[in-house]
């Protein structure tokens, strides 16, 4: 009778984490995930920001290349004008007709540099340049290609 009671209480003496214990580390598990969970949102809109923001230094640098060149500006009325549609995705200055949407911020996101505010998630960055007053003019535009 000895060697029944003896396997009996191996048996019983189970190794393992009791309910109590799990519930404790999923409500930890729930704390953690609502805190980060807005952290990583707010991280994710300023990265977006920060994107179309390069964007708009990209065109505005490679629109002051193209006015500081001898060529004459294409694309204007004259020599003096010329309007064009910032390509992101080739870092150029293009005409329009086939640049891909790129803008990333939420609708109403006002970037440094750009007199208007983003329209829509369609957005390209449009670019006038007047050789004539030395002024490059960035705006958000729909794209022609979505």
């Given at each position: 009778m000895k060697k029944f009671?003896?396997?009996?209480k191996k048996k019983l003496n189970r190794k393992g984490?009791?309910?109590a214990e799990l519930l404790v580390v999923v409500a930890i598990l729930g704390i953690l995930v609502a805190i980060s969970v807005p952290l990583f949102s707010s991280r994710l809109e300023a990265a977006k920001k920060s994107t179309d923001e390069a964007n708009a230094r990209a065109a505005k640098a490679v629109a002051a290349a193209l006015m500081?060149?001898?060529?004459?500006?294409?694309?204007?009325v004259?020599?003096?004008?010329g309007v064009y549609y910032y390509d992101a995705e080739n870092g150029t200055l293009e005409d329009g007709s086939a640049i891909t949407a790129y803008s990333k911020s939420a609708v109403g996101t006002q970037i440094e540099?750009?007199?208007n505010?983003?329209?829509?998630?369609?957005?390209i960055l449009k670019v006038g340049i007047d050789r004539a007053?030395?002024?490059i003019t960035l705006t958000w535009t729909a794209s022609t290609k979505r």
């Open positions: 009671k003896l396997n009996l984490f009791t309910l500081m060149e001898d060529t004459a500006l294409t694309g204007g004259d020599g003096d004008h540099g750009v007199s505010a983003i329209q829509s998630e369609k957005d007053l030395s002024t």
